[in-house]
């Protein structure tokens, strides 16, 4: 677990309570450049992550919402830079 999937986590339960909802959808920032990328070195924006999703099951402990959060987080890591052209 990382403090960013915490930070999520917790997030998506705030939304959820503040929203009066079962579920939260958000995104958020990536700052990092992924070698993989042609001419990546030259590049100064920022990138948007995969929204991020978080659904409280009732018998779930907030141990459980994290570990799912960050299996999610992980597979979603192969979109963080879709080209957009």
Request: charged share 15%.
């Amino acid at each position: 677990m990382t403090l960013n999937t915490l930070l999520q986590t917790a997030w998506g339960l705030l939304l959820q309570k503040y929203n009066g909802s079962d579920d939260a959808v958000f995104g958020g920032v990536v700052s990092g450049r992924p070698a993989d990328i042609s001419g990546i070195e030259t590049w100064w924006a920022c990138s948007l992550t995969p929204f991020q999703y978080v659904s409280a099951v009732v018998d779930d402990t907030f141990a459980d919402l994290i570990r799912t959060n960050q299996k999610q987080a992980l597979t979603s890591q192969d979109y963080e830079n879709v080209s957009a052209v």
